[in-house]
Nanobody, 121 residues
């Protein structure tokens, strides 16, 4: 029973920046991992970034050095700062919450509705 609301998506030119927000509400456990994933037409959903309640982060090579994930534990909110955006970054970005130690896809693994990011000139 965790609800996730994403915001901040939009249309930007290549090289531009966006900041996405994901606000979690409901039965938030003290120890968790949250992340951003993206899905583009014709492509499989892929990891963008994750962060734990303790601040440990993880990025794939495709975004490392350009994107930064951060969290505000008091607000149960995670942010994704996206810089030097490329057309290949165009996708629906989805927020994920999972109670640390619980199984993927289980009762304590939740997804938001997604926010569209379009990078085009």
């Amino acid at each position: 029973q965790v609800q996730l609301v994403e915001s901040g998506g939009g249309l930007v030119q290549p090289g531009g920046s966006l900041r996405l927000s994901c606000a979690a509400s409901g039965s938030i456990f003290s120890i968790w991992v949250m992340g951003w994933y993206r899905q583009a037409p014709g492509k499989q959903r892929e990891l963008v970034a994750t962060i734990s309640s303790g601040g440990v982060t993880n990025y794939p090579d495709s975004v490392k050095g350009r994107f930064t994930i951060s969290r505000d534990n008091a607000k149960n909110t995670v942010y994704l700062q996206m810089n030097s955006l490329k057309p290949e970054d165009t996708a629906v970005y989805l927020c994920n919450y999972r109670r640390l130690g619980s199984p993927v896809g289980g009762r304590y693994d939740h997804w938001g509705q997604g926010t569209q990011v379009t990078v085009s000139s």
